[in-house]
């Protein structure tokens, strides 16, 4: 679920703390990736009244491997080094967020069958939708996936996104990648979004810069962390009738929990379940694995254990597999190339100046107009298609820092 709002609120209040990028432009780019969530994409992804329903022979879904395949490999064809991240044990505090979570699945089973009943398609898939979860067989399956291909894992004690937060502000990887907005609140400093959508969506990746959040919403972290508990998280109940408005108000005025909670007046009831001070507590130190010790490898694939996994066992196509093997392999010969190389065009050397005097004061034609001279700052470079810019001896690369 994330953080209720808050999305909307950045694009209200901080504009300036997002921006949109192509996927080609993290060539050389570590990312962390919250596994469930991509799974969960994946899972909900396809209709179950589609005859291109993803199971295998025993009519198991396959379509979270058949995404985390093909999108890793196009991660990895775009230059990236994907690191997923696996959910551990989630925190007590979370426990009846995912009970309400159960309740809900069990209200759409209803409605699924209904619907079946009735013969409205529509409401059923919607209704499917909503029954599904990310099992432990899914996240086995992805893991041995993922190893075959010879892309790390990592097993976070807790919550994926907290550990992948961890793992960027350490900098062993550049950004977080999920589409949970808590990413942010745990202290992430980029995070993508987007970032494993299909090509067909032509969804730009947005990155958001936890920095630059705070600059233009004019707070500092902890402040954050407390408009994100006000807005409404996974660990405790939200405060009924406050949203995004209101709460960025009371904590620009108040800034912090507590002192807004003694000036809410008889308006609002704070629920029973508001332990903000846990919830503050679990954002600022969560149980993740130190980053510190990781040791991330991307290894050359398993060619013939990914047939064994993905044609024998899960009844993939052979054809497409092998396919997606060669990309890989070809991915990992091409890997060792600089980031840099990426990011600058040509170097443009320019020609040495012959008359170091003409460069000083240009000639003045009879019409007292100034025109180039040899060594002056229009003169063409040979072989070049225009003329040269920069004759003040600024750099003349191309290209992203």
Same mark, same amino acid.
């Given at each position: 679920m994330g953080i209720h709002g808050l999305m909307k609120l950045l694009g209200d209040k901080a504009p300036n703390c997002m921006k949109e990028n192509e996927i080609k432009n993290y060539f050389g780019r570590k990312i962390a990736i919250d596994a469930s969530m991509t799974m969960y994409q994946f899972l909900i992804a396809v209709r179950p009244d589609s005859v291109n329903t993803l199971t295998d022979e025993q009519g198991e879904a396959t379509s979270h491997l058949q995404g985390i395949f093909h999108r890793t490999i196009r991660l990895i064809n775009n230059g990236m080094?994907?690191?997923?991240?696996?959910?551990?044990?989630?925190?007590?505090?979370?426990?009846?967020?995912?009970?309400?979570?159960?309740?809900?699945? %069990?209200?759409?089973?209803?409605?699924?069958?209904?619907?079946?009943?009735?013969?409205?398609?529509?409401?059923?898939?919607?209704?499917?939708?909503?029954?599904?979860?990310?099992?432990?067989?899914?996240?086995? $399956?992805?893991?041995?996936?993922?190893?075959?291909?010879?892309?790390? #894992?990592?097993?976070?004690?807790?919550? &994926?996104?907290? %550990?992948?937060?961890?793992?960027?502000?350490?900098?062993?990887?550049?950004?977080?990648? *999920?589409?949970?907005?808590? *990413?942010?609140t745990f202290g992430a400093? +980029?995070?993508?979004?987007?970032?494993?959508? *299909?090509?067909?969506?032509?969804?730009? #990746?947005? $990155?958001?810069?936890?920095?630059?959040?705070?600059?233009?919403?004019?707070?500092?972290?902890?402040?954050? +962390?407390?408009?994100?508990?006000?807005?409404?998280?996974?660990?405790?109940?939200?405060?009924?009738?406050?949203?995004?408005?209101? &709460?960025?108000?009371f904590i620009t005025k108040y800034k912090n929990l507590e002192t807004i909670i003694k000036n809410l007046g008889d308006k609002y009831q704070v629920p029973e379940n508001f332990d903000f001070e846990r919830v503050r507590k679990l954002f600022k130190n969560p149980d993740v694995q130190d980053p510190k010790t990781m040791d991330l490898k991307w290894e050359n694939p398993d060619e013939e254990g990914l047939i064994q996994f993905l044609v024998k066992e899960k009844s993939f196509a052979e054809d497409r597999v092998r396919s997606g093997i060669e990309k890989l392999k070809k991915c990992r010969q091409t890997s060792v190339q600089d980031r840099l190389t990426s990011y600058f065009g040509p170097i443009v050397v320019k020609r040495k100046r012959e008359d170091e005097e003409d460069t000083k004061s240009p000639k003045k034609a009879k019409n007292g107009k100034n025109t180039p001279t040899k060594g002056n700052s229009k003169s063409p470079v040979k072989g070049a298609k225009g003329p040269v810019k920069g004759a003040k001896g600024k750099p003349m690369m191309k290209g992203k820092k």
């Open positions: 080094k994907p690191v997923f991240v696996f959910d551990g044990k989630p925190p007590e505090m979370k426990m009846e967020e995912l009970a309400k979570r159960k309740a809900k699945r %069990q209200d759409a089973e209803e409605g699924k069958k209904e619907a079946s009943e009735t013969g409205n398609v529509e409401e059923e898939s919607k209704m499917v939708k909503r029954t599904v979860r990310v099992t432990p067989k899914h996240n086995e $399956e992805a893991k041995k996936l993922l190893r075959l291909m010879g892309v790390p #894992i990592v097993e976070s004690p807790s919550e &994926a996104e907290a %550990q992948c937060a961890a793992m960027t502000k350490a900098g062993v990887v550049w950004a977080t990648g *999920s589409e949970d907005m808590d *990413s942010l400093s +980029i995070l993508l979004r987007h970032l494993t959508f *299909s090509e067909a969506r032509k969804m730009p #990746i947005k $990155e958001i810069y936890v920095d630059k959040v705070l600059e233009e919403l004019g707070l500092d972290m902890d402040q954050f +962390i407390d408009l994100c508990i006000l807005l409404g998280c996974d660990y405790c109940d939200k405060i009924r009738g406050i949203g995004d408005v209101r &709460a960025y108000e």
